[in-house]
Structure formats: structure tokens, C-alpha cells
């Protein structure tokens, strides 16, 4: 358990000091002790696969550590249009994998 912990934490320090280096251009390797099941977070959930699943499936918000206050990643911003309807702003900035906004 104490391995585990001292890797995700590894993880999750090398991905701090890549967002505080701006546009990063070159590469960065992360061992992790295993592979998850699948890359579809629909399938399975696995602590491996959560660290490795939310950079390919980007999510339009997400949930602070520690507090769970929900805050904008992909979307700027939401309304609430309905019990099951939400309306989401993208941000500006916002490019697909190829480049493409």
C-alpha cells in the first residue's frame, strides 16, 4: 500500500511540474506498476486506469481533491436547463488532439 502511494504521488508531482512548465514540448515517462483493464472508464474502475483514463477522456468538469467542490476543466462555465438538461460553454482554447478547434 505504501508502494502505491509513493508512485501515485511520484504521478501526480511529475504532472504538477509539467502544467507549471507552460507549453511543454518535449516527452515525459511515468512507470506505473500496472496496465489498466481498458481504456474505457465506462467498463471497469481502477485506480490505475483513473490516472491514466482522464488525459485521453477529457471531462468538462471535474471535482476538487480534498473538497469535491465541482469546478470548470473543459466547459467555462454551465446552466442547468432541466433535471436531466445542462447547457456547456467550451472554453475558447479548446483544440482536439490534432489541433483542430
Known sequence: MKKRMALISIFVMALGWASAAGAFKGSITIALPDDPL????????????WMIWQW??????????????????????????????????????????????
Open 38 to 49: 481498458t481504456m474505457d472508464p465506462h467498463v471497469t474502475s481502477s485506480t490505475i486506469g
Open 56 to 101: 485521453p477522456n477529457d471531462s468538462l468538469i471535474k471535482s476538487e481533491t480534498g473538497t469535491g467542490k465541482i469546478v470548470p476543466w473543459l466547459a467555462e462555465r454551465w446552466e442547468k436547463l432541466g433535471p436531466t438538461k445542462y447547457k456547456f460553454w467550451l472554453r475558447r482554447d479548446a483544440k482536439f488532439t490534432d489541433g483542430t478547434p
